[in-house]
């Protein structure tokens, strides 16, 4: 590339590559980090789709003529991995995407297959061949022909929002959606993998004992969110609390033991105390908790199972209907409305704190902190005032959005802003006069001083309930098989 080409630094030795690199400026470094970034997105394209004709030309029916075969390996993927240096998991993906690519160029104009969108994006350089993979591995096949426009338009929708996630958020947001267009095999997979439990114990060479388990849907997040309540403080949770639990969480911050050693710790007391203790003896000051967010409404199969597919608030793991319906019978249910584009209605704006409804119905919208490529779930935010209580701004999910503590604390520190209500849109603002960049890395497009505000996208998993494609009736459910 000519930008790389301009660049004294990089005219230098690879001995002296990184030495010379640190001469740079904050900005030239950005600046190389994209143009990078475009060259290997090329440059993988090109990859991907030599793979694929790789695997076409290393068929069975070729025996020991095949591609791979003849340079003396059993697979294609075999020969991706020797020849370029890459893990087993990158050589796959590089054939599977390759062979999606080529099945499209292969079917013609004509016969358009459901991933049309995730190709075409590839081959302009919109999405590189790792997120492709991810929304096609994360949707998978359709379960049915007559759906495969469903999965299409949600592979579109997808491909729209990739430079928004992380690949293992995007793979995690597609596997989500393709379990709520298709709950009866929501309730299929989840019963596959709660099959596949497991908790073994074992003694390794040098005499320790080691353990091994294998979570099902339900318990993983439920695990997740004992071990979040026990350590949030240590990995920046929410500021606002109670003396005595602002107390606690100093005590755990100089805790001179490790995450993983507090986490062994407290696995074991929880083991140890059972059902039989006080939650706050064991957990601390916040008793941990799993909310499933589930759209009302939904018939049932002959089974009498819930039609539905709900979605684990901080996360956004998918689960079935019949999970839903055990988990109201043990905790109830808490009924948040919103209007048709997912905002919350009617649960007040009277005080300064966003009360505990508010922040539910918050979570319910935003999924998270809105901070373009943060990836903090619900219960490791704060809600922010975008017009501050100080200056007139009501207590109102209207003007309400989730951060978490780093990005509020960079939005008060820092200069920026975020503009704009739940109807028309937030929209993030970079510091008057500042150069854009956010500081983490995020993906998606920096908001430069004078360039366009950044728009700030909802990461729940059931925003496809309230903004589904246009002109797309009943797209959301496939039809019984």
């Known amino acids: 590339m000519a930008a790389l080409g301009a660049v004294a630094e990089l005219d230098v030795a690879r001995a002296e590559l990184p030495g010379s690199l640190l001469s740079l400026s904050d900005a030239a470094v950005r600046d190389l980090i994209a143009d990078v970034g475009a060259l290997a997105r090329d440059v993988g394209l090109l990859q991907t789709a030599l793979a694929g004709v790789a695997a076409r030309r290393s068929g069975r029916e070729r025996g020991a003529e095949g591609l791979s075969a003849a340079t003396g390996h059993r697979t294609p993927v075999e020969l991706i991995q020797a020849t370029t240096g890459v893990s087993r998991a990158e050589a796959t993906r590089a054939v599977r995407v390759g062979e999606s690519l080529l099945d499209g160029v292969e079917r013609g104009p004509v016969v358009a297959v459901w991933h049309a969108a995730v190709d075409a994006a590839l081959l302009a350089g919109r999405v590189t061949s790792a997120q492709a993979h991810a929304i096609m591995g994360g949707l998978g096949e359709p379960p049915a022909a007559a759906v495969a426009d469903a999965w299409g338009a949600a ?271 937030f929209f993030l603002h970079a510091p008057p006069g500042g150069d854009g960049g956010r500081g983490d890395g995020a993906a998606g497009g920096a908001a430069t001083g004078g360039a366009p505000p950044v728009p700030l996208r909802s990461k729940s998993p059931l925003r496809w309930l309230w903004d589904p494609p246009p002109d797309r009736v009943g797209w959301r459910v496939a039809p019984a098989a």
């Not at 990739?162 to 989500?176: F, N």
């Not at 073994?200 to 091994?212: N, V």
């Not at 074991?268 to 706050?280: E, F, H, M, S, T």
């Open 155 to 425: 592979a579109e929708r997808l491909v729209r929002e990739a430079s928004d996630w992380s690949v293992e958020q995007l793979t995690a947001q597609a596997r989500t959606l393709r379990d709520m267009l298709d709950p009866a095999g929501a309730e299929d997979r989840f019963a596959r993998r709660f099959e596949r439990r497991s908790f073994r114990l074992w003694a390794d060479a040098d005499g320790q004992q080691r353990g091994s388990i294998t979570f099902d849907d339900e318990m993983a997040p439920w695990m997740r969110a004992v071990l979040d309540a026990a350590l949030r403080p240590r990995r920046g949770g929410p500021r606002f609390m109670t003396d005595a639990e602002r107390a606690d969480a100093a005590a755990l911050v100089d805790d001179q033991r490790t995450n993983e050693q507090l986490s062994y710790d407290l696995l074991v007391d929880l083991v140890r105390a059972g059902a039989l203790a006080d939650a706050k003896d064991v957990f601390g000051a916040r008793e941990p908790g799993v909310r499933v967010v589930v759209t009302a409404g939904g018939g049932r199969d002959l089974l009498g199972r819930l039609g539905a597919t709900g979605a684990v608030e901080d996360g956004g793991t998918a689960v079935p209907g019949s999970v839903i319906d055990r988990a109201q019978c043990v905790a109830g249910r808490v009924e948040v409305t919103v209007d048709g584009c997912g905002n919350p209605l009617a649960v007040g704006r009277d005080e300064r704190l966003f009360s505990r409804r508010q922040r539910l119905a918050l979570a319910v919208r935003d999924g998270g902190c809105l901070w373009p490529g943060c990836e903090r779930p619900p219960s490791h935010c704060e809600a922010h005032h975008t017009v501050p209580w100080a200056e007139g701004g009501e207590t109102d999910c209207d003007v309400g959005v989730l951060l978490c503590r780093f990005h509020h604390l960079t939005l008060h520190n820092g200069g920026w802003s975020i503009r704009g209500t739940a109807t028309s849109g």
